[in-house]
């Protein structure tokens, strides 16, 4: 079946633009997860969205970072005014669920952004 | 708040040597333990789970056992190859709070 996508692949923009990064999860999960992921570096937690439950945006760095999910499709990444710090790759991840029962993500192939 | 801690890379084998990644956590409960891998260009794939404390997850010749008196989950492969060469996170799930750790770059040398 269809795993997890993300576009564009690639983003290239100047400092200062806003950026709209997608998710499209796998069918049927529930729970969807946006991670940042810099040169060389771990998995730094940015959002999560589970079912019509509100999100945790802890782990958004700044207000300049935002992101919205349909039901349980589509999610978007925005970035307002970006900064060259934000050049990253941006992972998304999907799941059945979270809750009692802890369920592995699936991972995307992530959207790599450089902010020139 | 939950935490993993992972053994600082990069890691460099020769090919067949015997492979041991360190991993620990806090956790409150009873999580889930998992191991996923990031090879060259790819995303992060998942290598291998477990979700009860003995449990062995084991996949592509690498094991680790859920030890909950040492908060251990060490990933482990007898005889590794060149294709092994990737990043190596350990991560943790409990309820909805998932938390990876800080990865651990394997490198191996034909």
């Known amino acids: 079946g269809a795993g997890v996508s993300q576009s564009p692949s690639n983003k290239v923009t100047e400092k200062g633009k806003d950026v709209e990064l997608r998710c499209d999860p796998i069918?049927?999960?529930?729970?969807l997860y946006w991670y940042r992921q810099r040169l060389g570096q771990g998995l730094e937690f940015l959002i999560y969205?589970?079912?019509?439950?509100?999100?945790?945006k802890s782990g958004l760095p700044s207000d300049r970072f935002s992101a919205e999910r349909t039901g349980e499709s589509v999610s978007t990444l925005t970035i307002q005014r970006t900064q060259q710090e934000d050049s990253a790759v941006y992972l998304c991840?999907?799941?059945f669920g979270a809750g009692v029962r802890s369920y592995e993500q699936y991972f995307g192939p992530g959207t790599r952004l450089t902010v020139t | 708040g939950n935490s993993v801690t992972q053994m600082e890379g990069p890691v460099t084998l020769s090919e067949e040597a015997f492979l041991t990644i360190n991993c620990t956590y806090t956790a409150t409960g009873y999580p889930s333990l998992f191991w996923y891998v990031q090879y060259p260009g790819e995303g992060l794939q998942l290598l291998l789970k477990?979700?009860?404390?003995?449990d062995k997850g084991s996949n592509k010749g690498f094991e680790a056992t859920y030890r909950k008196e040492t908060t251990s989950f060490h990933l482990e492969k007898g005889s590794v190859q060149v294709s092994d060469s990737a990043v190596y996170f350990c991560?943790?799930?409990?309820?909805?709070?998932?938390?990876f750790g800080p990865g651990t770059r394997l490198s191996v040398l034909p």
């Open positions: 991560a943790l799930s409990s309820g909805q709070n998932f938390v």
């Open positions: 991840a999907s799941s």
């Open positions: 969205f589970q079912g019509n439950s509100a999100p945790d």
């Open positions: 477990a979700t009860k404390a003995d």
């Open positions: 069918s049927g999960h529930t729970a």
